[in-house]
């Protein structure tokens, strides 16, 4: 299925809007309510405001077609906004843990089941947004909402263990059980270090596209398998494959017997190409250097085939 940018960009749009309204009702009933846990997943969730916007900005940009100075078009923006949202996790996390181990030095505030109530409702809201955005991203190959589907679900993680903290300690004043109010501080310190598990996987992962590394060695082999597939392919001498943004890009050296001219030749590169973009859809483009073979002569690898090393 190709890239659906206007339905993607939908998808984006409502956890914009999600993520606004969330930050919105946290803070506002953090400062009412004094929940320390509340106001700082209420400014986790301001940063995702701020990813939300870079995702939208991002899958616009994407769409772009390719140019003079970006030929390969502009995909790799989609990575770029993902690398962002990584890092604005990062930061999100290292706040929530400086915030959760400063309030274990602070006096006690009286916890509100309005401030539960509220960290409650977000986690399973958030719940919603990602199962939505999630399926967005794998229905319309989006880089980006992965990425933020991925936000989502370290925003669980953060709702969760604020709204676990302050209900334990909610039951805890009530029934007069001792350092019950240290539940909140306490899980916002677990799942903050939850959240930044999640920024290092993203960030690992764009970083590996941006210096464009190889896909899946187990997906390129699905991709020889095409290409040998073909009687006349005596050899694979290389095949690379990389992706550029939502798509993957593949260059390959094979192997055609000497006896064929350039007309059958190209004939048969252009089925390959053919055949493997219908049975991949989210291969782009394929380009196939063609390199002689003779029978019962020995191959010598061309200069043009690197020797890559692990």
């Known amino acids: 299925?190709?890239?659906?940018?206007?339905?993607?960009?939908?998808?984006?749009?409502?956890?914009?809007?999600?993520?606004?309204?969330?930050?919105?009702?946290?803070?506002?009933?953090?400062i009412f309510f004094h929940s320390t846990a509340l106001v700082a997943d209420g400014v986790h969730n301001g940063g995702d405001v701020i990813a939300s916007v870079a995702t939208i900005g991002s899958m616009k940009w994407s769409n772009h077609p390719a140019d003079i100075e970006h030929p390969?078009?502009?995909?790799?923006?989609?990575?770029?906004?993902s690398a962002f949202v990584a890092l604005i996790l990062i930061a999100a996390a290292a706040f929530l843990i400086f915030d959760a181990?400063?309030?274990?030095?602070?006096?006690?505030?009286?916890?509100?089941?309005?401030?539960?109530?509220?960290?409650?409702?977000?986690?399973?809201w958030k719940w919603f947004l990602y199962i939505?955005?999630?399926?967005?991203?794998?229905?319309?190959?989006s880089k980006s909402l992965r990425a933020t589907a991925s936000d989502h679900l370290a925003d669980i993680y953060a709702s969760s263990a604020a709204?676990?903290?302050?209900?334990?300690?909610?039951?805890?004043?009530?029934?007069?059980?001792?350092?019950?109010?240290?539940?909140?501080?306490?899980?916002?310190?677990?799942?903050s270090f939850l959240v930044l598990r999640i920024a290092v996987i993203m960030i690992k992962k764009t970083t590996n596209v941006l210096m464009d590394s190889s896909v899946d060695e187990n997906i390129q082999e699905k991709y020889k398998a095409v290409f040998l597939s073909f009687p006349e392919v005596k050899k694979i001498d290389i095949?690379?494959?990389?992706?550029?943004?939502?798509?993957?890009?593949?260059?390959?050296?094979?192997r055609l017997p000497a006896s064929l001219n350039i007309q059958e030749g190209d004939d048969i590169t252009e089925e390959i190409r053919k055949?493997?973009?219908?049975?991949?859809?989210?291969?782009?483009?394929?380009?196939?250097?063609?390199?002689?073979?003779?029978?019962?002569?020995?191959?010598?690898?061309p200069d043009s085939v690197p020797d890559l090393k692990k």
């Open 132 to 141: 939505y955005t999630n399926k967005a991203a794998l229905a319309y190959h």
């Open 275 to 301: 055949k493997i973009m219908a049975k991949f859809p989210d291969v782009e483009e394929v380009l196939i250097h063609i390199n002689p073979w003779y029978e019962g002569k020995k191959i010598v690898e």
């Open 72 to 81: 390969y078009g502009h995909g790799k923006a989609e990575d770029i906004s």
């Open 101 to 124: 181990v400063r309030a274990l030095f602070e006096p006690a505030s009286p916890v509100s089941v309005w401030a539960f109530a509220a960290a409650a409702v977000s986690a399973v």
């Open 239 to 254: 095949l690379r494959a990389r992706e550029h943004g939502n798509v993957i890009l593949i260059d390959a050296q094979i």
């Open 1 to 30: 299925m190709p890239y659906e940018g206007p339905k993607a960009l939908f998808a984006a749009w409502v956890s914009l809007i999600s993520n606004f309204f969330l930050t919105v009702i946290k803070i506002v009933f953090g």
């Open 163 to 191: 709204a676990v903290g302050l209900g334990i300690g909610w039951i805890g004043q009530i029934l007069g059980l001792p350092y019950s109010h240290y539940c909140d501080p306490v899980a916002g310190i677990v799942v």
